[in-house]
């Protein structure tokens, strides 16, 4: 699991760069992906580790910022999508909607891949 945080860490830092470079580096809110990226990336190699416990809990914590960047993204997409729905006007920022959306369906893949892991690593007893 942890080369899985490595890997989503690795993608959603690049989807933060592209979009600050895509919206012309002029909104750094654009870079917010990078840093749950980043979070993700050293928790997956924090959780490389030989020390069961330690990587038990490296790997919750990189579940609950995978929650984290699921939910408020999501929220944020979701509430910029009806609004623009209700009003009948074309999204205010789309390039912010659509890496919004982008963060929150990656995040929340992560999430369940984590707890499916979980699941599995709990019925073989490795826990």
């Keep these: ?14 989807i933060g760069i592209y979009f600050f ?5 002029t ?11 980043l979070s993700l990336a050293l928790l ?4 490389n580790s030989s020390d069961a416990s ?7 914590i990189a579940v609950t910022v995978g929650l984290l960047g699921f939910l ?4 944020m997409s979701l509430k910029a999508l009806v609004k623009s729905h209700s009003d009948q006007l074309p999204l205010a ?14 995040c929340f ?3 369940l891949l984590c707890v499916r892991s979980f699941i599995a690593a709990r019925r073989a007893g490795i826990v």
């Design 1 to 14: 699991m942890s080369r899985l945080t490595l890997y989503f860490g690795a993608i959603l830092t690049g």
């Design 21 to 25: 470079i895509d919206t012309g580096s």
């Design 27 to 37: 909104h750094p809110t654009s870079l917010i992906p990078v840093w749950f990226g």
């Design 44 to 47: 997956g190699l924090l959780a």
């Design 54 to 60: 330690k990587r038990k809990l490296y790997m919750h």
């Design 72 to 75: 408020f993204p999501g929220f």
């Design 93 to 106: 920022h789309p390039s912010a909607t659509h890496e919004q959306l982008l963060m929150a369906l990656l």
């Design 109 to 111: 893949i992560f999430v």
